[in-house]
């Protein structure tokens, strides 16, 4: 039923059966992190330099223990770097602590109170590391232009937001994700802002390639369970948007278009 | 992962582990009709007497052929109906078919345009085949107060509408839905209205307990993968109902309750 | 600029210039009712007869010494019945009180949560009114069907919800109330549900005739103000409506055209 | 009843009564545009410098002549232009033909497909600009950090879309634009996107200080009685915001918080 093989994720060259992609703070414990993601299906998992050991501190327990890079892609990002130095400074030192491991996901956070993105500081960003050989997944704004923008720059994936990373408000303004799919060529994924199974699958119905998720996992009260309905809900969205939706109606008559309403 | 077994649909005292229904309706053909419910998953599959044979044409083809009534539990509906009389014939001569079978799904349109229900029509029609000995699970519309009356008639399930039949519209007025399934103490499934696979797994997280679907399915343009997307919508949608989602706020930080904002 | 004189709201045969109609609950004092309903342009008041002094208490301060019924049309309207025969009773009880004035607004609610009204007792009340000589303004819910039914027993005026009583969220389901205005022939009015200035406006952009609120007013923290931007957003609403607003789309190119999207 | 003088609009040091900022493009001929900006009540008019002749060729006709700058502030815009330079360059022609006149309205566009502005290219200009002595209104997507680094350069007021260009969509991301406001000390208005009078309303009930608009003007059945249309919506919404709005709630009775629901 499922078409996971026929219908593959391709990032950075590499091919992955699961579209939702996950990250691994505010659990309760490392078992629960392991037990969440291996049950989101999720391949490629994000983890939080500045967060999370990863190597960093040799003494204390590392998550690559629970989450071994043999079975899951890791995906380093900048969460909580503001600037361009500490960012790029942050990849490099996830490349370094990973083998030589070149795929990161960028963000340069603006605020403290929205987690919005700075644009500027993370078109920057993103022009030192694609050119210093990093495969850069890029977290932005649902902004078009400057999703075509970090396009050109060389970004392997676009990240787009629903909504501020942490809410849980959905897909905020459906026509710009839409907008941004349709004028892309490397995979967009929509990165913050959702917050339950639907909001998963309305993103992907949009288009897009993949949605990276991490507070509706692990706030739900029952996070394992939460993963699996973001399991189902990323594929129920894929398999809507290749299956092609019915035209939306007014009234089930032939004539009854929606033309001119909007609601 | 999932949950079925643990947690099923009962209607009318019979156990169910799918909470998608389904029609038959719109297909190209009997074949592709199989298919499609065979993908959906779907153990409940409602039939539109007035359309469909399912005997009363002893030369043509019946539909049961191809929905053995060993596999699928049969739902005759009354869908072209307008009025009391000819919705009540409908039922009992669907119970003849069907050797006795009493579960029905009743609908009592009040006009063609709209298709919307007529709940007059609709309430004088289910007490009558409540006294009758019929299992009846209603159409009506999203009216919290019309929802209860139906149930305390002696419904087996309350259905309201998403949106209008064929419309492909998703819920159009979730709080009247949520009111609906906050009063409940029958099964509430969403009938009508729904378009894409999000629509579904929303109609879950707002608590129904099941979600009936036709042209969402048919009139897709792959309709067999809808179908297969539908099932996992619904699951997905059912899971995060149970996981208990995060809840949404403007933004992470512990001071951003959305009280007092509602866009 | 405005066009109050060329464009009146008739009901029952009477012309109004202003579209607004506003209750008297739930102000600090009758003095502060007094303003907020001028500020509002209101010509048409509605009572609440069963909480609110027109007479049947001789010794107490009567709402229409601060609201001469030569000045304001008076709309008594039966809030808190739950009964036909209540429903009946109090208007009867109304038209003796203002010596045979016969236009009501009548309400038949379904239970205390929601406030939602009872479709079917007000069918039947409203059925018995018009016989007796009523000239019935009807309080129902945005079913298209009910308010079909309410027009072809007589009413004068439909007044479907926009949502709850009291809960100022605005138009739940706009495509309801659309498919209402388009239907009618009587004078379709929003009543319920309004909180803000741009919630009366999309009414009117919708086609209704009028709209009906009292909490916006009264709940809002300065009333008085309220009431007159209350008084502008109806009637920016009806110019709105009237002067044909520019088709959505989603880019400003010729080739944008909306059709098959609906968020 | 209304509130202009005890609450101007002040922008560059000087005072408005009117919050309502007009286009002067798709009319029909300049009597239109005069008559429909007339019954707007604008006193702020902008005008495409590159599409318009405000004196740049003395043998056509000069749209001053019909909107002279003692009773109107011109405000010169750079729509068209697609990088710095150019528009850089269309401020400092319309300085010079408006004998110094150094208000202006920047916009860079990043694509001609969406009319998305540029933010890369808008806060370079916008910096050259400042330096150079004018008085910026700037034109931005509804990012909250863009929006407050083009205040920090010293833009006078800050213009977030509220949809794309000549879409006629309204306020896609309400809370964005409630955010930018939340964050601002210069005065925020809603520049494009806005089709109708009730989403110029709502745009002043998020607290914005004005709204530009033009296509929704120029392009209605009416533009002269949607011009008065939109007047009063502004000044309706921002009665609204000033006299603050009920809190919405699921229900009337105290019991029905609305925290935790977001639809």
Do not use: W
Not at 19 to 28: A, E, F, H, N
Not at 88 to 113: M, P, Q, S, Y
């Amino acid at each position: 039923m499922s078409t996971p093989l026929s219908d593959p994720l391709i990032i950075a060259g590499k091919t992955y059966r699961s579209r939702l992609l996950v990250g691994t703070g505010k659990y309760k414990d490392l078992d629960e992190t392991a037990r969440a993601i291996a049950a989101s299906g999720a391949e490629i998992v994000t983890i939080a330099v500045r967060r999370t050991n990863i190597g960093q501190n040799r003494d204390e327990p590392n998550i690559l223990d629970v989450l071994p890079p043999e079975r899951y892609t890791i995906l380093p990002n900048t969460a909580g770097c503001y600037d361009v130095e500490t960012a790029v400074r942050t990849c490099r030192l996830a490349r370094e602590l990973l083998d030589g491991h070149n795929l990161v996901k960028l963000e340069v956070l603006g605020d403290e109170k929205t987690l919005f993105p700075n644009v500027l500081e993370t078109l920057k960003a993103a022009e030192i590391l694609v050119k210093d050989g990093f495969a850069v997944m890029v977290y932005t704004n649902d902004d078009p232009v400057v999703a075509r923008e970090l396009e050109a720059i060389g970004c392997v994936a676009v990240m787009p937001l629903a909504a501020p990373i942490g809410s849980g408000l959905g897909i905020r303004n459906p026509l710009n994700i839409l907008t941004i799919v349709e004028n892309a060529k490397v995979p967009i994924l929509v990165d913050a802002g959702v917050g339950t199974a639907s909001h998963a699958a309305q993103a992907m119905e949009l288009g897009c390639d993949g949605v990276l998720m991490n507070t509706a996992i692990a706030a739900a009260k029952h996070p394992v369970l939460m993963a699996s309905a973001m399991r189902k809900a990323v594929e129920a969205g894929r398999e809507a948007f290749l299956a092609g939706r019915m035209p939306p109606r007014r009234f089930a008559s032939a004539s009854s278009p929606l033309e001119g309403l909007f609601f």
